[in-house]
């Protein structure tokens, strides 16, 4: 398995504003989640791009993979109080063992 | 959620006692796996299972066992609990057809004084 390590660590944002936060990875994958974490909270699955797709949409959520720059971003458009959370990425090998890392995450704030 | 539940919730103990953690699923899933997340290092994998009595190390196992007697359960121990075991402890499942996608429970908070 391998960890993504995701940029920057923290974002602060006015509501309405767009909020980006990246992820790189080292070796090839075959797909990459994002993830989301409300404060106290366990992790939920936000989006899977494959290793084949370039972009993916869900919601107010738009997800871009560059598997030559081993990159992906995650864009949340006209952001809301509500999406104050973590963020991480976890890139999948697709070894067989469904094994996912997560890194340390981005840690985004909205204010209202 | 999964049907996922983590017990306890909370916990507080003291160094060099054994400790043991439950992770339940109610839909029969084969894979669970044990995470601790500490600030600064995120989320770390402890131990996975892909199946009863199949289980394997994560990159941080050192200090803690499993057991997966049953489907449902995923158990966690600490042998002899230290200071540095404090976290939160969260447990996942990954659900076949499901794209490799992780559902989590809600997390123990473990306190070792």
């Known amino acids: 398995s391998q960890q993504g390590e995701e940029d920057p660590q923290a974002l602060s944002i006015q509501e309405g504003e767009n909020a980006t936060m990246n992820c790189s990875y080292k070796?090839?994958?075959?797909?990459l989640q994002w993830y989301r974490q409300n404060s106290g909270r366990g992790l939920v699955h936000l989006i899977l791009?494959?290793?084949?797709?370039r972009e993916k949409h869900s919601g107010r959520l738009r997800v871009t993979l560059d598997t030559s720059k081993k990159s992906s971003s995650l864009l949340i458009t006209a952001s809301r109080a509500a999406d104050t959370a973590s963020y991480f990425c976890?890139?999948?090998?697709?070894?067989?063992?469904?094994?996912?890392?997560f890194g340390k995450g981005t840690k985004l704030s909205v204010i209202p | 959620d999964a049907g996922i539940t983590q017990s306890p919730r909370h916990k507080v103990t003291e160094t060099g006692t054994p400790v043991t953690l439950r992770c339940h699923q109610t839909?029969?899933?084969?894979?669970m796996y044990w995470y601790r997340q500490d600030p600064g290092h995120g989320l770390r994998l402890i131990h996975y299972?892909?199946?009863?009595?199949?289980?394997d190390k994560g990159e941080v196992s050192d200090g803690y066992s499993v057991s997966r007697s049953k489907t449902e359960d995923f158990l966690l121990t600490l042998e002899s609990a230290t200071s540095s075991q404090t976290s939160v402890y969260f447990c996942?499942?990954?659900?076949?057809?499901?794209?490799?996608?992780?559902?989590f429970g809600s997390g123990t908070q473990l306190s070792v004084l």
């Open positions: 976890a890139p999948y090998s697709g070894a067989g063992s469904y094994q996912l890392t």
């Open positions: 299972s892909y199946g009863v009595k199949d289980t």
């Open positions: 070796t090839s994958i075959n797909n």
């Open positions: 791009i494959r290793s084949n797709e």
């Open positions: 839909e029969n899933h084969r894979y």
């Open positions: 996942a499942i990954s659900v076949e057809g499901s794209n490799e996608k992780l559902f």
